[in-house]
């Protein structure tokens, strides 16, 4: 546990990780870099069509 003292944040960066990787079911085989991106192209779309409607 003394390592945990002297670096909480790179045993911290293990254990999300570990817990990304146990939590995360078997049914759900996407990545989770590919989600954020299609959460982001989606909003940024939406918001695209949103100031062109404000601007008919």
């Given at each position: 546990?003394?390592?945990?003292?002297?670096?909480?944040?790179?045993?911290?960066?293990?254990?999300?990780?570990?817990?990304?990787?146990?939590?995360?079911?078997?049914?759900r085989?996407?990545p989770?870099?590919?989600?954020?991106?299609?959460f982001?192209?989606?909003?940024?779309?939406?918001?695209?069509?949103?100031?062109?409607?404000?601007?008919?």
């Amino acid at each position: 546990m003394v390592q945990n003292r002297d670096h909480p944040g790179l045993f911290r960066v293990s254990e999300t990780r570990l817990f990304y990787h146990f939590s995360i079911p078997a049914p759900r085989k996407l990545p989770h870099n590919i989600l954020i991106s299609i959460f982001i192209l989606s909003h940024t779309i939406s918001h695209q069509y949103t100031s062109s409607y404000r601007y008919l």
